[in-house]
């Protein structure tokens, strides 16, 4: 398996912020990261492919220049919210696929709530 | 279209059996993962069946049918830390994942 790591776990901020949130691969190297949200009691929405060295792919659906991804090093992933909105709120989660019968470790995921 | 249907809600009792069915349309078709997720938590994996038939595991089933699109995870000698949602998830040709809005299963004493 993998263990993933995601800061902050919770964050707060006001409308038209940024925010950025870090999905950490601790012991396995990730050329490719999931971005999920998930509103609550709903289903998990996968909103990119984060490809470590080269663009991200996203969802059809998903604004490519308001929710910012950058796959640094095999290791490391972040989603930057911009001008974030209220309607940003939301559980987003990061998860690391290795591969055998396709798992997904995911991150503890970030709580953000955008007042 | 793609789709996972599963029920929204459950109610069992501790030291029971509970039977959570999950039925999918996936555009092409390489395996059925149940995940489970406690409220404010991240899903933590549970099982993957690609194969017909019944996989065991401790407490917890799942099983597969590919014919009939249908899977159901199979929770045994119900403890109060199973409640939680569980989801289901198919995997589409193109090996992503197509969730289902998690079933929430409740467990009484």
């Known amino acids: 398996g993998a263990v993933v790591s995601q800061h902050p776990s919770r964050v707060i901020c006001k409308s038209g912020t940024s925010v950025k949130i870090e999905c950490r691969s601790l012991?396995?190297?990730?050329?490719?990261m999931f971005w999920y949200r998930q509103f609550p009691k709903q289903s998990l929405m996968l909103m990119a492919t984060?490809?470590?060295?080269?663009?991200?792919?996203?969802e059809q659906g998903v604004e490519k220049d308001k929710f910012l991804i950058n796959h640094a090093s095999l290791t490391l992933s972040t989603l930057t919210v911009t001008s974030a909105h209220p309607e940003d709120s939301s559980f987003y989660i990061c998860?690391?696929?290795?591969?055998?019968?396709?798992?997904?470790?995911f991150g503890p995921g970030t709580r953000l709530t955008v007042t | 279209g793609q789709n996972i249907d599963q029920p929204t809600e459950m109610t069992a009792t501790e030291g029971a059996i509970v039977q959570i069915n999950c039925t999918y349309q996936?555009?092409?078709?390489?395996?059925l993962f149940w995940y489970q997720q406690h409220a404010g938590e991240a899903p933590t994996f549970l099982s993957y069946n690609v194969l017909d038939g019944l996989e065991e595991k401790g407490r917890f089933s799942s099983f597969l049918s590919r014919s009939k699109g249908y899977s159901y995870l199979l929770l045994k000698e119900l403890q109060m830390k199973d409640s939680a949602s569980y989801l289901c998830a198919g995997m589409d040709s193109n090996y992503q994942l197509i969730w289902g809005a998690g079933t929430k299963l409740i467990i009484k004493p």
């Open positions: 984060s490809n470590e060295g080269s663009k991200a792919t996203y």
């Open positions: 012991d396995f190297q990730a050329t490719t």
């Open positions: 996936t555009s092409g078709f390489n395996g």
């Open positions: 998860s690391v696929p290795t591969g055998g019968y396709y798992e997904q470790y």
